[in-house]
């Protein structure tokens, strides 16, 4: 039976997320679509699909992507959409894992170290936990190995390229 998703609510498909986790089946293209749908009903204006966009063309050239860049790209006010970063990003996490790719939003960081793509602790530790919760066997935590994640981000990103 297939869930017809194009009259649901941001509330209803909120609850269709949280029951497809529950369930571990966040792999489930429903679970996928769900995620596309409700982004496009964030009330906030963060566009999913321009913040994939992004981050993919930036592990593309090997480059680290701002936090904020993200909601210039998506038209938004980075004052009123700052607080919501980090489930848009936890969204993206769930994302590509679900696709089999690796955590892309290990790139995105504070614009003061968008050239180096070192992480804030809270930001670290943010990362981590939300990568371990959509299914990511992060490994430590230590900025050793968030480069190391990183540069699998890069890795990937030259091989889908070059395939």
């Known amino acids: 039976m297939s869930i017809d998703l194009s009259n649901k609510t941001a509330q209803e498909l909120d609850n269709l997320l949280t029951n497809y986790r529950r369930k571990g089946r966040t792999q489930d293209p429903v679970f996928l679509e769900i995620l596309r749908l409700r982004e496009l009903k964030n009330k906030n204006k963060l566009e999913f699909d321009r ?3 992004i981050v993919m063309a930036a592990a593309r050239d090997k480059k ?12 938004a006010e980075w004052s009123k959409v700052h607080w919501e970063m980090s489930n848009h990003l936890q969204q993206m996490l769930e994302y590509t894992f679900a696709k089999g790719w690796p955590p892309l ?11 180096t ?26 900025d050793d ?8 981000v890069f890795e990937w990103a030259e091989q889908a390229v070059n395939t």
């Open 145 to 152: 190995d968030i480069r190391k994640i990183q540069a699998s």
């Open 51 to 53: 913040s994939l966009e």
């Open 64 to 75: 680290f992507v701002a936090y904020k860049a993200l909601a210039v790209a998506s038209g």
């Open 117 to 142: 793509g070192e992480m804030k602790e809270s930001a670290r530790i943010g990362f981590l936990k939300g990568a371990r919760d959509a299914g990511y066997s992060a490994g430590g935590d230590t």
């Open 105 to 115: 939003s290990a790139i995105v960081v504070n614009a003061e170290n968008v050239r």
